[in-house]
């Protein structure tokens, strides 16, 4: 499966941004889909990840209660909703998909990647 993220930018600490991840190859609903993002000289971390059908969600506890992923599955695609932006979510934003939801929250867990979106947030 091909991923190609979009929607990124610069905004000022507390706005908002919606990413999205446009997927393309194989059959959209067979994958569990997630974000994860990385900042510079830091490794890359979980950041969100939904279920095939989009019952079931899963967020860093830092984003839980600002962030939103959410997925159409007509229009293979997933979305991140970003609210309450700080300078410290500032990061590429990688989006992931795997058939597996075993290893959820891990990079290690997902086979496939985007090329990923700058956010930068400034204060």
């Known amino acids: 499966v091909q991923l190609v993220e979009s929607g990124g930018g610069l905004v000022q600490a507390g706005g908002s941004l919606r990413l999205s991840c446009a997927a393309s190859?194989?059959?959209?609903?067979?994958?569990?889909m997630a974000w994860f993002r990385q900042a510079p000289e830091k490794e890359r971390e979980f950041v969100a990840a939904?279920?095939?059908?989009?019952?079931?969600?899963y967020y860093a506890d830092s984003v839980k209660g600002r962030f939103t992923i959410s997925r159409d599955n007509a229009k293979n695609t997933v979305y991140l909703q970003m609210n309450s932006l700080k300078p410290e979510d500032t990061a590429v934003y990688y989006c992931?998909?795997?058939?597996?939801?075993?290893?959820?929250?891990?990079?290690?867990?997902?086979?496939?990647w985007g090329q990923g979106t700058q956010v930068t947030v400034s204060s």
């Open positions: 992931a998909a795997d058939t597996s939801i075993r290893l959820v929250r891990f990079v290690h867990g997902f086979h496939y």
């Open positions: 190859g194989r059959t959209f609903s067979d994958y569990v």
């Open positions: 939904i279920n095939w059908s989009g019952t079931s969600t």
